[in-house]
C-alpha cells in the first residue's frame, strides 16, 4: 500500500475516537450570512456546538478557497495552494463538513466541489472567514452531543488539525450512538473503519461528514489517481456486514487533486491510504 512520509514521528493511538450521542436534522442557511455562522446557527438551534454536515448543492459568493500543492520545505508532506476567489456566483455541487473549535471559537473544516460562474468545475478547502451564503440552501446535519472536533497541532503532519474530545453534554435531543472519529495517516480508509467498527460492537453504521486526504486514490470503477495529495468530500458511506459476516465498509468519494482533476468513484478497499488526516462520525445504526 501506498505510503507518504510525515514530518514528524507517527503517533502511537491511529485512531482517535470518542463515544457520543446525536441526531440527524437538517436546516437552511440563510443568504447574507458568513457560511461559518449560518452552520454554527444552525446547529445551535437544536442545541448542538457542533458535529458534521452534508450539503448536496448550495450557492456561495464571495467563495474563498485552496487546493492541495506541494510543500516547499520538508516541513510538511504536502500543503496548501495560494487562495483562490472565483467571481460572481459558485454553486456547490457536493461537500462536507465538520463543524468544531479552533482557538476557543467556532470554526468548520469543509472540502468540496463546484461550478463556478462561467461554467469552470473545480474543488478544494473552503476557507471559512472569507466564504459567505449567497442564496439559502438546506444543510443536512449530524449534531453531536458528548463530543466535540477541536483543532490541536497535531506532531506527525505538522499541522493544526481537527480531532474528537469529550465535552460535557448541552442536553441536546439525540436519539443515536455515534462515535467521533480521526484516523491518522498512512492507514486505509476502508479496513481502518472496519476494524474500528469490529472492536467496538458495530455491525451496522452510516457515516455522517468525511472530510480528509487520500494518498491519491484508487477506484472500483478503475479510475486511478496518480498526484499523491488530495482534498476528499465523502459522498456517501455505510457500513454493513459482508460476505463472511463481518463489517465492510463501503465509500463513495469525490476529489480534487494538487494539479486540480477532479474524480469521483466508490474507493477500493485496502488500497486507499490516508494523507492527512480523515475526520467523520460513524452513526450507529444497530
Request: aromatic share 8%; hydrophobic share 40%; net charge negative.
Amino acid at each position: 500500500m501506498r505510503q507518504v512520509r510525515q514530518p514528524g514521528s507517527p503517533v502511537a493511538e491511529r485512531i482517535q475516537w470518542v463515544e457520543a450521542r446525536g441526531r440527524a436534522v437538517s436546516f437552511t442557511v440563510p443568504a447574507g450570512l458568513p457560511l461559518l455562522e449560518a452552520v454554527r446557527q444552525g446547529f445551535a438551534a437544536y442545541g448542538f456546538a457542533g458535529g458534521v454536515a452534508n450539503i448536496a448543492g448550495g450557492a456561495l459568493g464571495p467563495l474563498a478557497y485552496v487546493m492541495p500543492a506541494l510543500s516547499a520545505t520538508p516541513d510538511h508532506a504536502a500543503f496548501y495552494s495560494e487562495t483562490y476567489r472565483p467571481q460572481g456566483i459558485t454553486r456547490l455541487s457536493t461537500a462536507t463538513m465538520t463543524l468544531g473549535v479552533r482557538d476557543e471559537a467556532p470554526f468548520f473544516h469543509c472540502h468540496a466541489l463546484w461550478t463556478e460562474e462561467g461554467g469552470r468545475k473545480s474543488g478544494g478547502h473552503i476557507l471559512p472567514e472569507e466564504t459567505v451564503v449567497a442564496e439559502a440552501f438546506v444543510v443536512d446535519a449530524f449534531g453531536l452531543d458528548g463530543a466535540d472536533f477541536s483543532a490541536a497541532p497535531d506532531p506527525e503532519t505538522n499541522f493544526k488539525l481537527f480531532g474528537p474530545v469529550s465535552t460535557a453534554s448541552s442536553g441536546a435531543t439525540t436519539d443515536r450512538r455515534a462515535f467521533a472519529v480521526r484516523l491518522r495517516p498512512n492507514q486505509d480508509f476502508a479496513l481502518t473503519l472496519e476494524e474500528f467498527c469490529r472492536a467496538h460492537g458495530v455491525s451496522h453504521a452510516r457515516i455522517r461528514g468525511g472530510v480528509g486526504s487520500t494518498i491519491g486514490a484508487r477506484f472500483v470503477e478503475g479510475i486511478d489517481v496518480e498526484p499523491f495529495a488530495t482534498e476528499l468530500t465523502v459522498t456517501s458511506g455505510l457500513i454493513a456486514p459482508g460476505p463472511d459476516g463481518t463489517p465492510e465498509a463501503t465509500l463513495d468519494v469525490a476529489l480534487v487533486d494538487y494539479t486540480g482533476a477532479l474524480a469521483q468513484g466508490r474507493l477500493v478497499r485496502g488500497d486507499n491510504p490516508v494523507l492527512m488526516t480523515m475526520e467523520l462520525v460513524l452513526e450507529v445504526m444497530d
